[in-house]
């Protein structure tokens, strides 16, 4: 019975993980799909730098690694492009990251507005904050680091703010930030929870205290949890004054934007530079990657039930046929009773009823022992019985869209719970259906003969 | 004039034992008043059993009647069957057949199961039927507390429970010692004396059989001798320690004072 029970509450959660990973992975492809089209539109490029040489940590933006969402322009990011994995300074026990200890000198701004046909250069400041969480799927558990919230600081002057699109464009609550804010910030809708608040509240972040002017909306892979403020005020607040840790550059057309990415590399090898193009076609692997890894996992969910259905139907028929010996063998031993119930005036229908309802009952109490072990044992149980989600396949996928908080767990549902009694019922009804007909036809004189 | 309760007319039964064909019982016939203590006797494989099984509704004969208060048991179907050993019939086993997990009053209470007797109209039956065996205040106690011939008498006020016309009893002190012999066959004389209860016993101890008022005597599946019994038309038993005659009421025998 616990078998019984173990495998549904098995599946059940098997695939509640796998469909949240689905779900996950069918978002982050729309999200990245936004991302592209948002890149597309553009005419412009991006250009994004590395600084893997000279010990640039990366600002790990929601785990996806993501350059920052420059729309329309150049975006240098001291990070891997797409990689989510490499940033152990940036997070960890809750220490906040300043983005690496290298951030890249203000100065350089002034280096990249001299080149030709940059019309706009836009520095910003990022830093996450993370801590580590354990996370238990598929009978494992392994710690990764969730950042809890990203800050951007985006210099707040008219001149790029009221013409290049820097700012999210979803705002779904109070205003977006402006020119000449300070002391406020933008929060993600993903962070209204973390931070318990909304517009017009202050929270707290690294001791300091924000008033919240305005929510948005996720609208890519890599601005769920951003909180947007301005640049001063992140330089400050993160101890990073006169740092930045990404530039994105705004050519003055889309003719020119491989020319000034070149000039931009020539002048600053160590810089990474990615154009919009580039960066459009690292998008596409990530849409091909994540379209692979929902594959599998859509797969898996299919593979996991049909071996499933074959466990269930064993258990069900080893059931039904060990009610039946049981209760065969019970008959056999209780031939005299069977044989002085008849003779005292019990009709077949009485004794084979009589027989029936024993049959239920223990079946029934079987039932409900088996819950109880189920209940604890189901995650044990279950993970030997059914295969474990290949983790090779999506792992990283997994690890880039996962919120914090989506993790699997074996629970027995109430329905879950009736199903399995009244499969009880069932197979005890059907086990002890032919062991009471036998009882019922016992002939009296001959069952008196027994001793 | 006395009325028949049981009437077998021509009655046989034979069954095959592998190739052979058995002659159990052949062309019996035998009449039972109301009111008679009849003992069957006969040696192994005389048809005892097979005889107290047939007027049982147990089984089946394959020729003659059986006419239980004026119905022929014989023709009816095994529906009509469980119910007239319900109503009609109280059966008395060699070894008891109490069910182990029912105290006594529950086994009491199990023929009546299926009547419409009340919850309560049963369980006080059983209480006065277990008064009337001599059992009270053992309610509540299962079989295995109960000594031998404590739970032959909770089988004989289980066979009493639907007031049948006609008690059934198979070697009932074949697994008692003397002074449970006594003690049952005391009960069984008590109620045939005083209740009217008609009672046919089957058993091989002559002893035993010399109790009752008429004997019957089997062999080969016909009967071969009746005569009447010694000394229960004159309300009179036997010592089970010193063989000497005892009046039915004695609390200790008269010669050898031994408590009865």
């Given at each position: 019975m616990a078998i019984m029970v173990s495998i549904p509450a098995g599946i059940s959660a098997n695939q509640e993980s796998t469909l949240n990973l689905t779900e996950n992975l069918g978002n982050t492809i729309t999200q990245t799909e936004a991302t592209i089209n948002q890149t597309l539109t553009q005419i412009d490029c991006s250009l994004s730098s590395g600084f893997e040489g000279f010990g640039f940590a990366i600002i790990d933006r929601g785990s996806s690694g993501f350059a920052p969402p420059s729309s329309g322009g150049f975006g240098f990011t001291p990070g891997q492009f797409g990689n989510g994995t490499g940033v152990p300074g940036a997070f960890g026990g809750g220490a906040f990251s300043r983005g690496g200890t290298t951030a890249m000198n203000e100065s350089l701004y002034y280096d990249i507005s001299s080149i030709e046909g940059v019309a706009a250069v836009v520095p910003s400041l990022q830093a996450s904050q993370g801590t580590n969480q354990t996370v238990e799927m598929f009978g494992r558990s392994f710690t990764r680091l969730v950042p809890d919230y990203v800050i951007e600081g985006l210099p707040l002057t008219s001149s790029l703010v009221d013409n290049y699109p820097i700012l999210p464009m979803n705002i779904t609550a109070g205003r977006n930030l402006q020119a000449g804010d300070s002391r406020v910030v933008l929060l993600s809708e993903n962070n209204t929870a973390f931070f318990g608040a909304g517009v017009g509240d202050t929270i707290d972040i690294l001791g300091q205290t924000f008033e919240v002017i305005g929510i948005h909306g996720s609208?890519?892979?890599?601005?769920?949890?951003t909180l947007y403020m301005n640049l001063s005020d992140a330089q400050s607040l993160t101890n990073n004054i006169g740092y930045i840790t990404s530039i994105t550059v705004f050519a003055d057309s889309s003719d020119v934007v491989t020319e000034v990415a070149n000039a931009i590399s020539s002048l600053h090898p160590e810089l990474s530079v990615v154009t919009g193009q580039q960066r459009l076609d690292q998008l596409e692997a990530m849409k091909t990657n994540y379209e692979t890894a929902l594959e599998n996992a859509e797969s898996t969910v299919a593979q996991t039930q049909s071996i499933a259905v074959q466990e269930i139907i064993v258990a069900v028929a080893a059931t039904s046929l060990i009610v039946l010996f049981v209760m065969l063998y019970t008959v056999r031993e209780r031939t005299k009773e069977i044989g002085t119930l008849k003779a005292i005036g019990f009709s077949n229908w009485t004794v084979m009823s009589q027989f029936m309802l024993e049959g239920v009952f223990l079946s029934l109490i079987a039932g409900v022992v088996g819950i109880a072990i189920a209940s604890v044992a189901a995650p044990a149980l279950s993970g030997l019985l059914l295969p474990a989600v290949?983790?090779?396949?999506f792992g990283r996928a997994f690890t880039s869209v996962a919120n914090p908080g989506t993790t699997a767990s074996i629970t027995l549902t109430p329905q879950l719970i009736l199903i399995a009694l009244g499969a009880a019922v069932l197979l005890g009804t059907l086990g002890s259906l032919y062991p009471a007909w036998r009882a019922s036809r016992t002939r009296p004189a001959e069952a008196m003969r027994y001793e | 004039m006395s009325e028949a309760v049981l009437k077998l007319e021509n009655l046989s039964k034979s069954y095959s034992l592998g190739k052979r064909n058995v002659q159990a019982l052949s062309n019996l016939n035998l009449q039972v008043n109301k009111g008679e203590f009849v003992a069957i006797m006969g040696p192994s494989g005389s048809g005892k059993t097979t005889l107290l099984n047939v007027l049982g509704c147990l089984d089946k004969p394959t020729g003659g009647k059986v006419l239980l208060d004026e119905v022929d048991v014989t023709k009816l179907p095994e529906k009509a069957l469980y119910k007239i050993r319900s109503s009609k019939i109280g059966f008395v086993f060699q070894t008891f057949n109490l069910l182990p997990y029912l105290n006594a009053r529950e086994n009491v209470e199990l023929p009546m199961e299926g009547t419409k007797k009340s919850k309560s109209e049963r369980r006080r039956r059983a209480s006065e039927l277990l008064g009337m065996v001599g059992l009270s205040g053992r309610e509540e106690h299962r079989p295995q507390r109960l000594s031998a011939g404590e739970q032959q008498r909770v089988a004989i006020a289980r066979a009493l429970a639907n007031d049948p016309a006609l008690i059934l009893a198979d070697e009932p002190t074949g697994n008692l010692d003397a002074k449970n012999k006594y003690e049952i066959v005391r009960l069984l004389a008590n109620l045939n004396i005083n209740q009217g209860t008609t009672i046919i016993m089957v058993t091989h101890d002559s002893h035993m059989a010399s109790q009752t008022e008429r004997l019957v005597f089997l062999s080969d599946g016909k009967i071969t001798k009746e005569k009447q019994g010694l000394h229960l038309a004159k309300k009179k038993l036997t010592c089970p320690y010193c063989g000497s005659r005892t009046q039915l009421g004695d609390a200790r025998c008269p010669s050898c004072k031994k408590r009865l």
């Open positions: 609208t890519g892979v890599e601005d769920r949890t290949s983790q090779g396949t | -």
